[in-house]
Structure formats: structure tokens, C-alpha cells
């Protein structure tokens, strides 16, 4: 993307289309599916807040960020049938490694004889003969922390537990830096997707890192926040989608479009649906914001359809998009 007079924002020249995705989790891992047929160049940043599980005993014991999520997004761009793929997402089930994912282990281990977190993510990705970046939204290690109810709460599980509503989020410590890569590719990207994914340990727990939210405020156009499916509970209990962009917009969160499966309105605590949908539209037509509405819940509602999604995003992404039908692999 290059920027032209007066700061708005142009399509790259070529016709192939960059995109970031940002946030963690599975929701990160369902885009990089959706997005990887269509972009032409693709970076993942991605939350390093976790403090729970395999990642969370791997930064107690080795100092490195938490690896998990950064995992899970190589896996999700690699080819699925690759053996490496699978085994990187192998539990050990017994012994001094249980609990551990094997991908994690892989990672921390890199690091180590790397000296240098981001080379062991980049040297992971060539094992999986991946070619998109996958990228730390942090250089360094981060706490979550959280007002909820008036009162702090620290770390990324306690937060994601809390049975009190949560308010505002931010990283320690609070300066923490992001990695070089990360601002330049959320400035130039033709398209910046949010979401979906836990909504204040993931997607927000990324979008506050202020290097990464500096560079999010400086976009004039192309940026998506995918909304989720249904509550999280107890994270986002009662949200509906105009309470995600609410969140978005009490932490200076700037998105363009709000993306969201019209089976998502009358999720929340208003059980009508017209009332939820008319709450969203109010909210974000006072914001300048776009809202598109589509079917994109896979079976049983428990994922994002990764197909209905790459079409939604590749259609909001413009002309330089290639064919999304095709779903050839970026990585």
C-alpha cells in the first residue's frame, strides 16, 4: 500500500494484496485459513500475553514470550497434510513433558540456539515451508492486565476467568515494544483484520501494544474487526456485537468495517435480534464505520466458515485481490 496527498491510503502497485492479521488463539488461526487464499503477502501478529499451560510454563522456565499462539498460527499456514504440521501440534500426554506441545518446545529450543526469538520463529517457519511472517506483538515478554469492576487483574488466564464484567485492558510492561517488522507491515498492509478470537486476551491484548496501536491509528482505510460468533463466556458473558465495538472504540481501536454472521445479533443480553442489529448500526454509523452482515458460521456454530469469510474479506479487500475461490495457499 503507498499513501497519497491528504493521507489516504492506495493499493499497492502490482495487483497482489498485503494483509496482517492481528490477534491469537484459534480465532487468528480460522483467519490466516481464510486470508491465505487470496492475499499476496501475509504477516500474523500475534499475541504473546498467555501466561497459562505449556506456553505459560515455558516463559516461566526459559524467559522467551509465549510461544503457544505463534504455534498455532504456523500450523494454520503450513500444508495440513505435512508431517511436521501435525507433529508440531502433538501433546505429550506423561512424564516431565506433559502438557507440552511439541511446536513449543521446538520454538523455545530454537530460541535458545538462536539467541533471538524472532530468527526461531522464522527458522519454524521454514521447517514448515511456510512463507508468510508470523510475528510477536511484543519483543519482549508482556503480562495482561485488566480493570474489571474497579478493581486489577493480572495475567492472561486470570483475566480471560474473571466473572466480573472487564473494562479496559493494557500490556505490562506498559512500554513494551513491538518487534521490528510489525509497524512497518500494519502501515503498508492493503488490509488489516482483527478478530475473530477472544475479544480483550486476544485481539485487544494485541491491539494495545502501543507501537502496534500507533500504527492501527495511522491507517486511513482497510482495517476489519471480525466479529465473534457468540459470547465467550466468562470473558465477553452478555456481549453483542455492538459491545465489541464498544471495546474497540473505548481503547482507540481505529477499524473501518465491522464484519459479523447474522446469526450473532440477539446473542447477547438483548435477546432481540433487530434491536441488537438497529444498537450496531446506530453505534457505528455515529463512528464512521461500515457494517456488513453475512452467513459465516461454520457447522454448529462453534468456528467461522473459512470459505464464507475468505469471501467476505477478499470482497472488502478490492480489485487486487486474486481468485479467493481457488484457495491456493499462500504459505
Known amino acids: ?29 480460522t483467519t490466516l485459513g481464510a486470508v491465505r487464499g487470496y492475499a499476496g503477502a501475509l504477516t500474523a501478529v500475534v499475541s504473546v500475553a498467555d501466561d497459562g499451560g505449556s506456553s505459560g510454563r515455558l516463559r516461566r522456565t526459559t524467559g522467551i514470550p509465549a510461544p503457544g499462539d505463534l504455534r498455532r ?14 507433529a508440531m501440534e502433538h501433546r505429550f500426554r506423561s512424564g516431565d513433558l506433559e502438557g507440552h506441545a511439541l511446536g513449543n518446545l521446538v520454538i523455545a529450543g530454537l530460541a535458545e540456539v538462536t539467541g533471538d526469538f524472532g530468527a526461531a520463529l522464522d527458522a519454524a517457519a521454514r521447517l514448515l515451508g511456510v512463507t508468510a511472517r508470523v510475528l510477536p506483538a511484543t519483543a519482549v515478554p508482556v503480562s495482561l492486565k485488566a480493570d474489571a469492576g474497579g478493581s486489577e487483574v493480572l495475567g492472561q488466564v486470570n483475566v480471560m476467568s474473571s466473572s466480573v464484567p472487564i473494562s479496559q485492558v493494557w500490556i505490562v510492561p506498559p512500554d513494551a515494544p513491538a518487534p521490528a517488522g510489525v509497524v512497518d507491515a500494519v502501515t503498508a498492509a492493503d488490509q488489516v483484520v482483527l478478530g475473530p478470537g477472544s475479544l480483550f486476551t486476544s485481539v485487544l491484548a494485541t491491539c494495545v501494544v502501543p507501537d502496534v496501536h500507533r500504527a492501527l491509528a495511522g491507517r486511513a482505510a482497510g482495517t476489519v474487526y471480525v466479529c465473534n460468533l457468540r459470547p465467550q463466556v466468562p470473558e465477553t458473558a452478555g456481549f453483542a456485537p455492538a459491545d465489541h465495538l464498544h ?50 458460521a461454520g457447522p454448529g456454530r462453534t468456528a467461522h466458515d473459512r470459505v464464507a469469510l475468505r469471501g467476505l474479506l477478499a470482497s472488502l479487500a478490492g480489485g487486487g485481490a486474486t481468485d479467493w475461490m481457488d484457495g491456493g495457499p499462500i504459505g
Open 1 to 29: 500500500m503507498t499513501t497519497a496527498a491528504g493521507g489516504q491510503q492506495q493499493e499497492s502497485s502490482g495487483g497482489a494484496l498485503s494483509v496482517v492479521a492481528l490477534g491469537g488463539g484459534h480465532g487468528l488461526a
Open 73 to 86: 498460527c504456523l500450523v494454520a499456514l503450513a500444508d495440513p497434510e505435512s508431517l511436521w504440521a501435525r
Open 247 to 296: 471495546a474497540l472504540l473505548d481503547h482507540g481501536v481505529a477499524v473501518h468495517t465491522v464484519v459479523v454472521d447474522e446469526g450473532a445479533f440477539g446473542a447477547g443480553r438483548d435477546p432481540d435480534p433487530t434491536a441488537a442489529r438497529a444498537d450496531l448500526d446506530r453505534l457505528a454509523s455515529a463512528s464512521g464505520i461500515e457494517v456488513r452482515v453475512a452467513p459465516l
